[in-house]
């Protein structure tokens, strides 16, 4: 039979267990930000003028959707929307 503090140790470090787990996990949606924010100038300049602000954010954001699709494994369906445009 387990004590109540052996049961409230054991609780304590599942816990923590939990807690660092979750440290080390990706924030996938704060990667997204970074590359596309990195992507946008990059996009704007390669435009030439030709598209609007939207357009070259949405492209930005295409391209920070398709890298993170291919560091999680690839997707070739996102290759294929991205040459669409």
């Known amino acids: 039979m387990i004590s109540k503090i052996e049961m409230q140790a054991m609780d304590a470090v599942i816990g923590i267990h939990r ?35 939207k357009q070259v954010a949405r492209l930005a954001v295409d391209y920070a959707d398709a890298l993170i699709e291919e560091l999680k494994g690839g997707n070739r369906e996102t290759e294929e929307s991205l040459q669409s445009r």
């Open 19 to 53: 807690e660092m787990r979750k440290a080390n996990e990706i924030d996938w949606e704060q990667r997204r930000y970074e590359i596309a924010k990195s992507m946008l100038p990059v996009v704007r300049s390669n435009s030439s003028g030709i598209m609007s602000i």
